[in-house]
């Protein structure tokens, strides 16, 4: 079977050939960096879908290596909107600072009762590997390079319904600029997830709690008809509202 | 200057920058990887900690557990103190914001955390997160770093300490991003490196880079290491791929049979004695499975939704449905960097050594499941402060930049050099020699042989090298110096598995099936100072 590899000295695809049968890509890779081209490089760690190390593109779509079954003809591209470093190994800085800026841990912890329940609440939140395919995926990075981004807002979402939490309002605070109303709801992260985790739900519910902390959706905010309007002069309406 | 370089970014590191920092160091993490790269998430099962959530349970109790299964090799006071410090250390996770499983009793803070069996426990000890237990401590500690501050380089891997006088000053590393070498000087070094397991490639549950950088430089730095024949078996390791099945797949009721649908050991027994038996009914020619079915699909998602998924696709079978095919691989390396009441490395002051890498004497000659991630969060704490308490008295005057001058020239002798052989077919090799004669059941014989095997291949390493020449993230370079620190280790692990004529834990020999008294002590190995000076 042949499969193709984005290279980046050549920034073209070359062309590998791996012995017939069904094995993880992670396997495939392997094979040809120890017997055909040791420079083809690319990150790896658990072989187990749990330490997030190597998430790329195969066929446009985000995969973890380890678990994606390669099959003939398969073209393999490093994640998108990370700076790649080399071939299939890519800059996870930038991403990774989302996390900080989110300031998605505990603010104000306190002892809480916890229950089954509580748990079930963000079980699959906390399944997060910080593989980075959510982030691959979020076509709002084209147009907003500082948009948080998927992870960080299901992170943030994590910490702020905690019962642990003792004031939740910085977390909600510091999600509002290119954050939770810069999410076109498109659910491709939710599609790619390699843990099964619902970020545009998880934004939806973000959202909720943004209002119940006094904020509001920007967008509507300066594209609505301004204040209401009950009585008094004028037309009801403000003229300058959209602009 | 830093007070506190801490080398390794997984739960023991990320736990002992957080105590150095909390302490008032200033604390610089360097790593490999990024953090939640590493080994931490792979760990499944729990953690344990005597609270009495789930039934009956002491401190006590745990700290017999522990004893017994360490077969004499423990120092009791480091187990007293790592079991009676794990119910706090639980605390402190809790009030971290961990996401641990919960039972529905109307208590408080730790008192909701859900408890399971795991094998040698003599109550329900192990605290979890379904069975992503290392993963979700290791993320929340992750958060809390960030939380805190605390200053991370990734992407830089060991190359050596710097000692000077026998006390530490900092350490060297190969920027894998640009291909330079730096020095980083500190007052305090803390070794949280992990294991060597990946010594036993393609036999081994850890991820690739369990290559034991930390031991080794610790070796070529003058320090001593300890009990590195013991190496641990995971007796349920998927049968083709190697990928681990958590412990608590037996602890909820999971059964071990053989292929004529047999029972043939009681699953709950400590690790080394089930590997053990898997192992004799695999030279028996029966194959081995285990079989989950009969707890029925609801609860196999409910407890171990992560095994279930990987048995999908590794194995290419449905545990609620079918038999699962196992065997026994290296999971654990008991031995490791010696180090002291204070987890300070021997033969080097000024450098601590916390989680696998280190040989702390707690779990002995056989860890109970469970125990790992005890010690890496309740000694990383521990360590964190201790590499501080030395840092506040520590001289400030760096050291020269003779050792990064040495790694410079080793480092582009590589890169010129010409002509080099493959070096991935040894490491394969490697691991097919340790899985196969420094294995579960081990007979003199084969361990002289391998020997004499490895140190045919560290003589042929010196034509090997690397093929790819770019000075910029270069894995293939990467590859080679964990390789090397694999083989360098090698002999280590050998000759005192060849000088243990006895059987004691994970370590079984044929020919010497008990134990003996007089070899009722550790083996130190630390290399001779004209050899280090070389």
């Not at chain 2, 080994?39 to 039934?55: D, P, Y």
């Not at chain 2, 079991?83 to 639980?90: H, L």
Request: aromatic share 8%; net charge negative.
């Amino acid at each position: 079977m042949q499969i193709k590899i984005l290279r980046s000295k050549t920034n073209s695809h070359q062309l590998y050939s791996l012995p017939a049968g069904e094995i993880p890509l992670l396997n495939a890779l392997t094979y040809i960096k120890e017997t055909q081209d040791a420079t083809l490089t690319f990150s790896a760690g658990c072989r187990a879908s749990v330490c997030g190390t190597c998430a790329v593109r195969v066929n446009g779509r985000e995969e973890l290596s380890c678990s994606y079954k390669v099959k003939p003809g398969d073209i393999i591209e490093p994640l998108q909107y990370h700076p790649v470093l080399r071939d299939l190994k890519v800059d996870k800085d930038k991403a990774k600072k989302t996390l900080l800026n989110a300031t998605s841990w505990l603010q104000e912890p306190k002892e809480a009762s916890l229950t089954h329940s509580d748990e079930k609440l963000t079980e699959k939140q906390t399944d997060c590997i910080l593989c980075d395919s959510c982030y691959s995926a979020c076509p709002v990075y084209a147009v907003n390079p500082d948009f948080l981004g998927p992870f960080a807002l299901t992170r943030a979402y994590r910490y702020s319904v905690d019962k642990r939490e003792n004031d939740a309002k910085p977390i909600i605070d510091n999600i509002q600029n290119n954050g939770v109303w810069d999410c076109t709801l498109c659910g491709e992260c939710t599609a790619v997830c390699p843990k099964g985790i619902d970020p545009k739900m998880d934004i939806t519910m973000l959202r909720s709690s943004s209002i119940q902390f006094g904020h509001s959706d920007p967008s509507f905010a300066t594209q609505s008809f301004g204040t209401p309007d009950f009585g008094g002069g004028g037309f009801g309406f403000d003229p300058n509202a959209g602009f | 200057m830093i007070d506190v370089l801490i080398i390794g970014s997984g739960g023991a590191g990320l736990t002992a920058a957080l105590s150095a920092k909390e302490a008032g160091a200033s604390v610089l993490v360097v790593g490999k990887t990024y953090p939640t790269n590493s080994q931490t998430s792979m760990a499944q099962g729990g953690i344990n900690a005597a609270l009495g959530n789930v039934g009956e349970d002491h401190v006590s109790s745990h700290i017999a557990d522990t004893i017994k299964s360490a077969h004499g090799l423990c120092n009791e006071d480091m187990v007293r103190q790592m079991c009676g410090d794990a119910p706090k250390t639980i605390e402190w996770l809790e009030n971290l914001g961990v996401p641990f499983s919960r039972l529905d009793n109307d208590e408080q803070g730790k008192d909701t955390v859900a408890q399971r069996q795991m094998g040698g426990a003599s109550a329900k000890r192990a605290c979890y997160a379904q069975d992503y237990t290392g993963l979700k401590i290791l993320h929340t500690l992750y958060d809390t770093c960030l939380k805190e501050n605390i200053d991370f380089k990734d992407e830089h891997y060991l190359l050596n300490l710097i000692v000077k006088d026998g006390i530490v000053k900092g350490a060297t590393f190969l920027n894998i991003r640009r291909g330079e070498v730096i020095q980083i000087d500190a007052k305090s070094v803390l070794l949280a490196t992990g294991g060597y397991a990946s010594l036993y490639h393609g036999f081994t549950t850890n991820a690739y880079g369990s290559t034991g950088d930390g031991v080794a430089a610790v070796l070529r730095a003058g320090g001593a290491v300890s009990d590195m024949e013991f190496i641990q078996f995971h007796p349920t390791a998927l049968k083709h791929s190697s990928i681990l099945i958590s412990e608590s797949a037996r602890g909820e009721g999971g059964y071990l049979v053989n292929e004529s649908g047999k029972r043939f050991v009681d699953e709950l027994k400590p690790r080394d004695e089930v590997a053990r038996a898997i192992f004799a009914q695999i030279k028996e020619e029966q194959r081995v499975f285990l079989d989950v079915r009969h707890l029925g699909e609801e609860k196999l998602m409910e407890l171990l939704p992560q095994e279930i998924e990987l048995c999908k696709i590794h194995e290419h079978v449905d545990p609620a449905k079918e038999l699962i095919p196992i065997k026994p691989v290296a999971h654990y390396t008991m031995g490791g960097i010696d180090v002291d009441y204070a987890l300070e490395v021997n033969g080097i002051k000024g450098c601590f050594a916390v989680g696998e890498c280190s040989n702390a004497k707690v779990h002995g000659a056989n860890r109970l499941g469970g125990n790992s991630l005890l010690e890496i969060i309740a000694f990383g704490r521990f360590a964190g402060e201790n590499a501080y308490k030395h840092s506040i008295y520590a001289s400030s005057k760096p050291a020269d930049s003779t050792q990064k001058e040495k790694d410079s020239t080793e480092i582009k002798a590589l890169f010129s050099q010409e002509d080099t052989s493959n070096f991935y077919p040894y490491r394969e090799s490697l691991g097919d020699i340790f899985y196969g004669k420094v294995g579960i059941v081990r007979e003199n014989a084969q361990l002289n042989e391998a020997l004499d095997e490895v140190i045919s291949m560290q003589i042929v390493q010196k034509e090997m090298g690397i093929s790819d020449k770019n000075q910029t993230n270069n894995q293939n370079l990467i590859d080679f110096l964990e390789f090397k620190n694999a083989l360098l280790l090698a002999p280590t692990i050998i000759s005192a598995a060849i000088a243990r004529d006895e059987s004691r834990g994970a370590h079984y020999k044929v020919g010497f099936e008990n134990e003996n008294d007089a070899l009722k002590k550790h083996i130190v190995l630390q290399w001779k100072k004209e050899e280090t000076c070389k």
